[in-house]
């Protein structure tokens, strides 16, 4: 919630607010005195957007990096940067603490399957962010050993550049954080149907089910 407060500040403003809170504590507040006092202090909303406001602020990067743009990424947490002003600043060591993964850096063919792994540890609701143009399409290293990571994963958003600077990261930050807060622009996950990374099991007799996904008919009892 911001607070803004226009014109100049009257000093016996905070006066009286303070002798109203002192009056409402004691019990003497009544009828439109009363309404008034709890309509300017009480904000109500709904769970589902108090807990994506408090997702929103609350970002647990990923430790990981696999090129040059893991330089600029780690930037980002410095004095001139200073990510914590948006609670993004706590790198977690473990995928099963985080909930952000930054692909920060150009993906090999062999590389890509341990990226993926790493993410399907992060639990859910989790985000992806592609770093730089290697990333996003490859970038100048267009060539056979290299894949994009929209190719195996989920990405929210795309951060361009060889590298981006720290600003462009924080910059895909920030929209990640809109969209984390319901943002409609940037929702593209509910247009498409694609929260969440479970792989579903429908009814077997309408089409074959992965070879990874356990199966009813598995069980021996």
């Known amino acids: 919630m911001e607070i803004v407060r226009s014109g100049p500040v009257d000093p016996a403003d905070f006066r009286a607010r303070g002798i109203r809170a002192r009056d409402a504590l004691?019990?003497?507040?009544?009828?439109?005195?009363?309404?008034?006092?709890?309509?300017?202090?009480?904000?109500?909303?709904?769970?589902?957007?108090?807990?994506?406001?408090?997702?929103?602020?609350?970002?647990?990067?990923?430790?990981f990096g696999l090129a040059c743009c893991a330089i600029e990424m780690m930037t980002?947490?410095?004095?001139?940067?200073?990510?914590?002003?948006?609670?993004?600043?706590?790198?977690?060591?473990?995928?099963?603490?985080?909930?952000?993964?930054?692909?920060?850096?150009?993906?090999?063919?062999?590389?890509a399957p341990i990226v993926r792994r790493v993410y399907d540890q992060m639990l859910e609701p989790k985000w992806a962010i592609a770093m730089g143009a290697c990333s996003?399409?490859?970038?100048?290293?267009n060539n056979y050993s290299l894949v994009p990571?929209?190719?195996?994963?989920?990405?929210?958003?795309?951060?361009?550049?060889?590298?981006?600077?720290?600003?462009?990261?924080?910059?895909?930050?920030?929209?990640?954080?809109?969209?984390?807060?319901?943002d409609p622009k940037l929702g593209w996950r509910d247009r498409y149907e694609a929260r969440g990374t479970e792989e579903l099991v429908g009814d077997p007799r309408q089409a074959p089910a992965a070879v990874n996904v356990f199966q009813p008919e598995d069980h021996r009892a």
């Open 26 to 63: 004691r019990g003497n507040l009544e009828d439109d005195a009363l309404e008034q006092y709890v309509t300017e202090r009480v904000m109500t909303t709904t769970l589902d957007k108090a807990l994506n406001w408090a997702r929103g602020n609350a970002i647990f990067p990923a430790t």
């Open 76 to 111: 980002i947490v410095a004095g001139r940067m200073d990510v914590a002003r948006f609670g993004a600043e706590a790198f977690r060591g473990s995928p099963r603490q985080s909930d952000l993964m930054i692909i920060s850096g150009r993906i090999s063919i062999k590389m």
């Open 136 to 141: 996003s399409s490859m970038g100048i290293f």
């Open 149 to 182: 990571a929209d190719k195996f994963l989920p990405v929210d958003v795309h951060v361009p550049g060889c590298p981006p600077r720290p600003e462009a990261l924080m910059h895909g930050i920030l929209k990640l954080r809109s969209m984390i807060q319901d």
